[in-house]
């Protein structure tokens, strides 16, 4: 019984941190102008490459971030910082420029991480992971972790109708409040980061 409930809380706690259908509109204004298949490949390669980027800090994190000498207030600032050059792309229409390595740079960046293995996923996580004491509560774990990637997955999966649907003009709108609402949770990221900087956590 307690690993269903902490099954449920991780599932719970990553689907509002990772938001996969917060994540829909910006996928779409990043996947503007591809074909339908190349907009699915984008969206497997980065759900693919947040599941290994949490899963490697799951296993690692505290680890890297100690030989590094790296703080959790660090991480999640440079995160932010990040996503608000994502942002100020998408407001300014300059994400769709570069072209050559345009699908491999959006799955991995900013999509993959850190748009969906972002510093507030990945913290998270790694406080599950600590939390661990038993065989039982470590399936829940990833159980709960792969069920969230799974819904990410489909949430982009089936954005690809909605973007037949609303078209060039739509999309365009859709792009520049993803920008407004990426740079929104990047300034907030920044924020908390300096909160606990001043804290002395960092």
């Known amino acids: 019984m307690v690993e269903h409930v902490l099954l449920v809380e991780v599932f719970v706690t990553l689907f509002v941190i990772m938001d996969p259908v917060g994540t829909v509109p910006i996928?779409?204004?990043?996947?503007?102008?591809?074909?339908?298949?190349?907009?699915?490949?984008?969206?497997?390669?980065?759900?693919?490459?947040?599941?290994?980027?949490?899963?490697?800090?799951?296993?690692?994190?505290?680890?890297?971030?100690?030989?590094?000498?790296?703080?959790?207030?660090?991480?999640?600032?440079?995160?932010?910082?990040?996503?608000?050059?994502?942002?100020?792309?998408?407001?300014?229409?300059?994400?769709?420029?570069?072209?050559?390595?345009?699908?491999?740079?959006?799955?991995?960046?900013?999509?993959g991480t850190p748009l969906l293995a972002g510093p507030g996923a990945i913290v998270a996580t790694m406080l599950f992971v600590q939390g661990i004491d038993s065989w039982e509560s470590g399936t829940a774990v990833v159980i709960g972790v792969v069920a969230v990637h799974v819904a990410l997955w489909l949430a982009m999966r089936f954005s690809l109708p909605i973007l037949r649907v609303i078209r060039e003009g739509g999309v365009l709108l859709v792009t520049r409040i993803a920008g407004l609402l990426l740079s929104a949770i990047a300034v907030q990221l920044v924020a908390d980061a300096i909160r606990a900087f001043v804290a002395g956590e960092g």
């Open 27 to 111: 996928f779409l204004s990043l996947t503007a102008g591809r074909s339908a298949a190349s907009a699915r490949r984008l969206a497997w390669q980065a759900v693919a490459v947040s599941f290994f980027v949490i899963t490697l800090f799951a296993l690692f994190g505290q680890q890297i971030l100690n030989y590094l000498h790296i703080s959790l207030p660090a991480l999640q600032c440079a995160g932010g910082l990040l996503l608000l050059l994502v942002a100020l792309e998408l407001l300014t229409g300059k994400e769709e420029e570069p072209t050559a390595t345009g699908d491999a740079n959006v799955a991995l960046v900013p999509l």
